[in-house]
């Protein structure tokens, strides 16, 4: 893919370091001397002429040796770096273009390629899948034990008991931790990885033009545990996945060493650019010239309190980027050639949707978006409203532990608890997620003016996802019940127990009546929201579903 491929919004680097000195990536040409490769009868062996060296198994692609200043740091448990868990015999080949060395494996439809640079400390990465014969979800770069030590939130380092599906775990003082937690959204981040003593070892992702998720999904970053750490480049990523896997070209990734500092920026997606790589036989490369762009004028009516983001998306491509604070500007470069839907989303909330074309070479210009104030929920009317309408359940009780961290740990607060109306901190106190076995059930109360009690409202409830079609009815002064809603599409796998709330946002309404309504206006009327489903299994494995915002229309 060529360099031209969209920035993330709101990048921020995904530092995981124990020690981070001031760095830079090496990418000079001091050491170009030594530049070219070698067969030593089981591996092809790579010399970046700079200080890194690496190999690739002759047999299975697998990279089966990472050496940088001499030292090795690649694999652990006895396993090498690769697809998936290694893709087996494969057929691999390697040619030199000037001053670039490409390795390509082949296994069935799948290709995949290594490719270094005189001079640089970097090794650069594409893996075209073309269908799910071969099964390639992931890259993981396998570091070895003692390399990098460390225990942040997102790894399942030093955590002996396993709590869920093995692969969930709880350290001895309640903590807990699994590979699942990646706490960054993709839009989040453009590297991750570990620094210490001198040394850091980083994978910079891709752009994500065909993975699956879009700017907001959270999936495998790497982990971490008693025989080494695991550095991933997902391809494709099921868990509470919210469309079907792409298949094509992915790439560049970028394994980068450093002396210490984070990789250069000139790695990053949405920065790198590629035109050495034009001309290398990458399957499925399309080059800058073969790309278009989609630009925005504005986007006119937003509430500038929220960021805004504008999406792309069809079955074969994704891309997205940030709409100006100041006008709702935007730019959208290196998309490839279709046509796609355009979405602009309030925080993580779907606001606007319009279709747009882009041609190879061409620039697709819109005039400024005007959003439709009923597109967005939080302009209607309300009485009251617990949480704010943007897509996510910031802001309500566990809300920010549950991208990192499984609902029985010891730091969440109780998840149980009735909120009233008025006294401030609704939100605060209102848990973040509802399921069928841990806190169905819970009470809201709240007074109405006379007149607000002799007529009808609308409730409504958004929701970010659900697990085993957990959805909400209620009940209001024990004396009026809706029906049990119909479940809305969502993802199949877990979610809410692994570190992701992110399915498809949806609202339920419910046309409370007159009759429902406490008369006396000193007293609370009491809304009961219970979880609904016939399936799910028990405790936080019971249907649930997350909270985006709850309130009462005028």
Known sequence: MSGSANRPVGRRAFVLAATAAAGTALTGTAHAAGFGYSDDGSNYVVDTGAQLVFKVSKSTGDLTSLVYRGTEYQGYGGMNSHIESGLGASTVGIKQSGSTILVSVTHGTLKHYYAARSGENNVYLWTDKADTSVSATRYIVRVKKGAFLNDEPDSYTYAPTAIEASDVFRKSDGQTRSKHYSKRRVMDYDYLGWSAGGVGL???????????????????????????GGLYEILHYGQNQTEAQRFGLQGPYVIAFTDGG???????????????????????????????????VGISGRNTAYPYTVGLANSTAQYWGSARSSDGYFSLPGVLPGTYTLTVFKGELAVYTTSVSVSAGGTTTLNTIALPSSNDPANASAIWRI???????????????????????????????????????????FPCYLWKDVNSGILVYFRLTAAQAAAAHTLRIGVTTAYANGRPQVTVNDTWTSAVPSPPTQPNTRSLTNGSYRGNNHTFTYGVPASAWKTDTSQYNVLRIDVVSGSGATGFLSAGTAIDAIDLLA
């Open 202 to 228: 980083w994978i910079v992702r891709s752009n994500h033009e065909k993975a699956s998720g879009g700017p907001f999904y959270r999936s495998l970053l790497r982990h971490q545990s008693a025989d080494g």
């Open 262 to 296: 984070a990789p250069s920026s000139a790695l990053f997606p949405g920065t790198l650019t590629t035109p050495w790589a034009d001309s290398l036989g990458i399957s499925g490369y399309v080059p800058a010239g073969g790309r278009g762009k989609v630009a925005g």
């Open 387 to 429: 949480g704010d309408w943007n897509g996510t359940p910031g802001g309500f009780k566990n809300a920010d532990l549950m991208t990192y961290a499984h609902p029985s740990d010891v730091r969440a607060a109780s998840w149980t608890g009735n909120v009233v109306i008025g006294g401030g901190g609704e939100t605060a106190a």
